[in-house]
């Protein structure tokens, strides 16, 4: 029990820190719908704790390892407070947390399916906001009772370390095309300034590491164009995959543009 709340201060204080990696990923069928992932790993975070906690186990409990999923919809239907676009954004949705304290794993991951891939900035831009309103997150910890591993307050304490001055960039997506520009730095810069859990991040660099931003595209088939930072694409050209990290992108906010044609 002891351990369990030690993870759960952790998990809260790494969420203000640059112990997190973030990935998401959009993959498009054929047909250009298609789903978006959100992958947060905390497996640093595990690392950290289980250094922290030395390697003797004074109460004798065996490593936890889990893997579950629940789902948006229940939360979704019942809800009084989402618009009906919202709902539809949410409803076939899920939340999963993969686990293994042995292995010093801990990834959290919100899946949501689009129906195509024009609703996808729209999506992207307004899930965590709509996730957050509903408190899904907080229910979802709260039903699993004696589970401390999962921190409340997630999605209103992970926003703009998901999404760095998200107001200052323009996602777009259509058949054919998948871009993310910067298109206001001074707002970038004031949002940046005024953003006390950016701050928190960057100062954490040094003793945590860096905090690393990725997306990967899996296209319906082989990429035609492509340029971003930290760029990388499969053999087949149908995965491409962008990198940043916190410290670069606070140094050169372009850094997280992207631009693919297919």
Excluded: W
Excluded at 165 to 172: E, H, L
């Amino acid at each position: 029990m002891k351990r369990n709340i030690v993870i759960l201060l952790l998990v809260q204080l790494l969420l203000l820190s640059s112990c997190l990696d973030v990935e998401e990923k959009i993959v498009i069928n054929k047909d250009q719908s298609g789903n978006y992932t959100l992958t947060m790993d905390m497996s640093r975070l595990m690392k950290l704790t289980k250094e922290m906690g030395g390697k003797s186990d004074s109460t004798g409990k065996i490593p936890e390892k889990k893997d579950s999923t629940a789902y948006f919809k229940p939360y979704i239907d019942t809800s009084s407070v989402l618009t009906e676009k919202e709902k539809a954004m949410l409803r076939d949705g899920s939340f999963r947390i993969k686990m293994d304290e042995a292995q010093s794993e801990m990834r959290i991951m919100i899946n949501l399916p689009f129906k195509n891939v024009q609703d996808l900035p729209d999506l992207r831009n307004t899930y965590m906001k709509a996730l957050d309103k509903t408190a899904i997150m907080n229910k979802m910890v709260d039903k699993k009772e004696g589970d401390e591993s999962i921190p409340k307050d997630m999605t209103s304490d992970v926003g703009s370390g998901i999404n760095p001055a998200q107001n200052s960039y323009t996602f777009f997506a259509a058949p054919g095309k998948i871009s993310n520009k910067l298109t206001d730095q001074k707002l970038f810069d004031k949002e940046v300034a005024n953003d006390s859990t950016l701050q928190s991040m960057k100062g954490m660099v040094t003793m945590m590491g860096e905090m690393i931003y990725k997306t990967v595209v899996v296209l319906p088939k082989a990429v035609k164009k492509y340029n971003g930072n930290g760029s990388v694409v499969s053999a087949d050209k149908k995965t491409v995959s962008f990198k940043t990290t916190l410290t670069e992108l606070l140094k050169n906010p372009k850094s997280l543009e992207f631009e693919l044609n297919y």
